[in-house]
């Protein structure tokens, strides 16, 4: 499974980012895929999950914020991020079952 994200920048507080992550390879058991973050000098984190099936999950800190889904084809996940605060600039990962591991995009809240 290969999987690329895409989508981060720059972005002022209060403004908003979707993130992609497009999985190529085996896809036929890609799920649960999830997005992770890791800030300068923190231990990644899981900031939202989503099933086979649909189901998603999300960090205290992003529910309400953020939101996950996906493409018709399933293969590609996306990472809605609304009222962005400076505590959420991290490189974020797309992860495969924990297992498989994109190469991180970087998200960066600052005025």
């Known amino acids: 499974v290969q999987l690329v994200e895409s989508g981060g920048g720059l972005v002022q507080p209060g403004g908003s980012l979707r993130l992609s992550c497009a999985a190529s390879?085996?896809?036929?058991?890609?799920?649960?895929m999830g997005w992770y973050r890791q800030a300068p000098g923190k231990e990644r984190e899981l900031v939202a999950t989503?099933?086979?099936?649909?189901?998603?999950g999300y960090a205290d800190s992003v529910k309400g914020r953020f939101t996950i889904f996906r493409d018709n084809a399933r293969t590609t996940v996306y990472l809605q991020m609304i009222s962005l605060k400076p505590e959420d600039t991290a490189t974020y990962y797309c992860?495969?079952?924990?297992?498989?591991w994109g190469q991180g995009t970087q998200v960066t809240v600052s005025s």
């Open positions: 390879g085996s896809i036929s058991s890609i799920y649960p």
């Open positions: 992860s495969s079952q924990g297992v498989y």
């Open positions: 989503i099933s086979r099936v649909g189901t998603t």
